[in-house]
């Protein structure tokens, strides 16, 4: 369900305020819009696991002197596909830029608190 206007204006009105309160908290709790495994890292990390279980079957069906280094490269490259495919990559860009930062700060009221308060008087008055 997606949030109003009003709702979305005081969101981020509170995580303004949260980030010139405390922006330790506010940065680590921040979650960057590339957080997700994509769909790439999924594929190729697929394929290479793919062909490490080829590797290990090879390994183990042949009857060759070096079929047990065969069997252990293809669960190593199986293992590493995985984990490949199940980790996330670098960040692409950082949420926080000093530029992000900047316009937060000139858009960010004055003092969030006083002006709920305001708000809250007002309603009581008309009531």
């Known amino acids: 369900m997606a949030l109003s206007e009003h709702e979305q204006r005081l969101l981020d009105q509170l995580e303004q305020q949260l980030h010139a309160e405390d922006p330790k908290f506010a940065n680590s709790m921040a979650t960057p819009a590339t957080t997700g495994i994509s769909t790439r890292r999924i594929?190729?990390?697929?394929?290479?696991?793919?062909?490490?279980?080829?590797?290990?079957?090879?390994?183990?069906?042949?009857?060759?002197?070096?079929?047990?280094?065969?069997?252990?490269?293809?669960?190593?490259?199986?293992?590493a596909g995985v984990?490949?495919?199940t980790t996330r990559g670098k960040r692409a860009s950082q949420p926080n830029s000093p530029a992000r930062k900047k316009e937060r700060e000139t858009s960010a009221p004055k003092n969030f608190m006083s002006n709920l308060e305001?708000?809250?008087?007002?309603?009581k008055r008309d009531q």
């Open 43 to 79: 594929v190729l990390g697929a394929l290479v696991a793919i062909a490490g279980i080829g590797l290990l079957l090879g390994g183990v069906a042949s009857d060759t002197p070096f079929s047990l280094v065969l069997g252990i490269l293809g669960f190593l490259v199986m293992g």
């Open 118 to 123: 305001n708000k809250w008087d007002e309603r």
């Open 83 to 85: 984990y490949y495919a």
